[in-house]
C-alpha cells in the first residue's frame, strides 16, 4: 500500500506552504547571485586553492553551529549571505585552476549549465507531480554519512578514481536531496525557508563542485 | 598549511557525520518507509540524470 498519499489541506496550510516556497526560492536566487559575485571577487584576486579549504571549514562550521541558533531571526537571513558569501569566494579559487585549463572555461560552462538543468528539472518534477519523497530519507542521510566518511579518508588518501565515484555519487545524492528537500517544502514538512534554502543551496553547490570534477578528469585525453 | 587545512576540513566533516547520525538513526528508524511503487519511480529520474551527466562528459571530450 503507497504510504505516502498527499493529505487534503486547508486553504491556509496551502497559503503557508506557498509562502515558504516563494520566500525560498527568492532568498537561494538572492545568495546564489551573491555567491556568483563573491566568485568573480575570488577569480580578480587570484586566490589560491587553499582558500577553498578554508572556505569550507568556516561554512560549515557556521552552517553547523551559527545558523541553527538564528534559523527563526531575521539575523539568520545575514548568516545565509556570510556562508553562501564564504562558499562563492572559495569556488573562485578552484574556478581560477580550472581556468588555467586548456578545456577549463570549457568546462566550467558546461558544468554551470549542467547544474541549471539538473536543479530546475528536479524541482519542476516534484512541483508539477507533487509527489512526496519523504520516504527517501533514510537512504540519502545513510548515503551521505557513508560518503563523507569516504571522502575524510579519501582527503589523505587522494586516489583519483575513488574521488571519480564519490563526485558520481555526491550527485545522485544531491539531486535525491532536491527532490525530498523540495517536497518537504510542498507538502508542509519543511516550514522554516531559511533552513530549506540552505539545504537546497548546499545540494546546488555540491551537484556544480562534483560536475566540475567529473568534467574536469574525463575531459582530459 | 595545507596539510593544517586538510586535517581542519576532515575534523569538521567528522562533526558532521556525529551531526548527522542521530537524525539519519532516526529517519531510518521511524521515517517514512517508501512501497515499492514509490522507488520504482526514482529510477526514470535517476537514470535520466545518469544519461545526462554522460551527455555532458561527452560534449567535454567531442
Same mark, same amino acid.
Do not use: H
Given at each position: 500500500?503507497? =504510504? ?6 486547508? =486553504?491556509?496550510?496551502?497559503? $503557508?506552504?506557498?509562502?515558504v ?14 555567491? $556568483?559575485?563573491?566568485?568573480v571577487?575570488?577569480? #580578480?584576486?587570484q ?6 579549504? /578554508? ?16 534559523a527563526?531571526?531575521?539575523? *539568520? ?14 569556488? *573562485? ?14 568546462i566550467?560552462?558546461? $558544468? ?6 539538473? +536543479?530546475? %528539472?528536479? %524541482? ?10 519523504? +520516504?527517501? *530519507?533514510?537512504?540519502? +542521510?545513510? /548515503?551521505?554519512?557513508?560518503?563523507v566518511?569516504?571522502?575524510v579518508?579519501?582527503? +589523505? ?5 575513488? %574521488?571519480? $565515484?564519490? %563526485? ?29 534554502? #540552505?539545504?537546497? #543551496? ?6 556544480f563542485?562534483?560536475?566540475? =570534477?567529473?568534467?574536469?578528469?574525463? /575531459?582530459?585525453? | 598549511?595545507? &596539510?593544517? &587545512? !586538510? ?17 539519519? !538513526?532516526?529517519?531510518? @528508524?521511524?521515517?517514512? @518507509? ?5 522507488? @520504482?519511480?526514482?529510477? &526514470? ?18
Open positions: 500500500m503507497n =504510504q505516502n498519499i498527499t493529505m487534503p489541506r486547508s =486553504q491556509d496550510q496551502v497559503l $503557508a506552504t506557498n509562502k516556497l516563494k520566500n525560498t526560492y527568492m532568498l537561494l536566487s538572492a545568495t546564489l547571485l551573491f555567491s $556568483a559575485l563573491m566568485a571577487v575570488s577569480i #580578480y584576486l586566490m589560491p586553492p587553499m582558500v577553498y579549504l /578554508g572556505a569550507v571549514i568556516g561554512s560549515m562550521l557556521l552552517g553547523m553551529f551559527v545558523l541553527p541558533r538564528f527563526n531571526s531575521t539575523s *539568520g537571513i545575514g548568516v545565509i549571505f556570510l556562508i553562501t558569501g564564504l562558499l562563492g569566494f572559495g569556488l *573562485g579559487a578552484i574556478i581560477t585552476q580550472y581556468l588555467a585549463l586548456p578545456k577549463g572555461p570549457e566550467i560552462g558546461i $558544468a554551470f549549465a549542467g547544474t541549471g538543468i539538473i +536543479f530546475l %528539472s528536479l %524541482s519542476a518534477y516534484v512541483l508539477t507531480s507533487r509527489r512526496d519523497f519523504s +520516504f527517501m *530519507g533514510g537512504f540519502l +542521510f545513510a /548515503g551521505l554519512i557513508t560518503v566518511i569516504a571522502m579518508a579519501n582527503i +589523505f588518501l587522494a586516489i583519483p578514481a575513488l %574521488s571519480l $565515484a564519490l %563526485s558520481a555519487a555526491i550527485i545522485l545524492l544531491m539531486s535525491g536531496l532536491i527532490l525530498f528537500d523540495t517536497s518537504r517544502i510542498i507538502n508542509g514538512g519543511e516550514t522554516n525557508y531559511l533552513m530549506a534554502t #540552505y539545504s537546497l #543551496y548546499l545540494s546546488i553547490f555540491n551537484i563542485i562534483s560536475l566540475l =570534477q567529473i568534467l574536469g578528469i574525463m /575531459g582530459d585525453d | 598549511m595545507e &596539510l593544517f &587545512l !586538510k586535517i581542519g576540513l576532515a575534523a569538521v566533516l567528522l562533526m558532521l557525520v556525529w551531526r548527522l547520525y542521530p537524525a539519519a !538513526k532516526e529517519q531510518m @528508524k521511524n521515517g517514512p @518507509k517508501g512501497s515499492s511503487d514509490d522507488w @520504482k519511480g526514482l529510477i &526514470l529520474p535517476a537514470v535520466l540524470l545518469i544519461g545526462f551527466v554522460m551527455l555532458l562528459i561527452m560534449m567535454v571530450r567531442s
